[in-house]
């Protein structure tokens, strides 16, 4: 059972930067996405990052330029690191892991295995 725990959210002013991270265990297949999620407050969950086995990576409109998302293999964690913050950034954040057939990385469904969300919180 894959499981992903998530660290790094908080409370930053408009244009500050956080680095969120997501460290999995027990993933058994070698070809995956990983991805971040958002959802804020009355709005439905949206794709923000991923980032695929072989160092691909997709990113929202929203947030090109601004966040970038990697990973170290050896610590079997991806992060997201999130520059030039605005307020309509506020979010739970998710990381997700991908089943191990999935060939879209940006759509939730392609999502088996999420993380229990971190908050992020941009002030004006």
């Known amino acids: 059972q894959v499981q992903l725990v998530e660290s790094g959210g908080g409370l930053v002013q408009a244009g500050g930067s956080l680095r969120l991270s997501c460290a999995a265990s027990?993933?058994?297949?070698?070809?995956?996405?990983d991805g971040w999620f958002r959802q804020a407050p009355g709005k439905e969950r949206e794709f923000v990052a991923a980032?695929?086995?072989?160092?691909?990576?997709w990113y929202a409109d929203a947030v090109k330029g601004r966040f970038t998302i990697s990973r170290d293999n050896a610590k079997n964690t991806v992060y997201l690191q999130m520059n030039r913050l605005n307020p309509e950034d506020t979010a739970v954040y998710y990381c997700?892991?991908?089943?191990?057939?999935?060939?879209?990385?940006?759509?939730?469904?392609?999502?088996?295995?999420w993380g229990q969300g971190t908050q992020v919180t941009v002030s004006s």
């Open positions: 027990g993933r058994t297949f070698s070809r995956y996405f």
């Open positions: 980032i695929s086995w072989s160092g691909g990576t």
């Open positions: 997700a892991t991908s089943r191990r057939d999935a060939i879209i990385p940006v759509t939730s469904t392609s999502y088996a295995y």
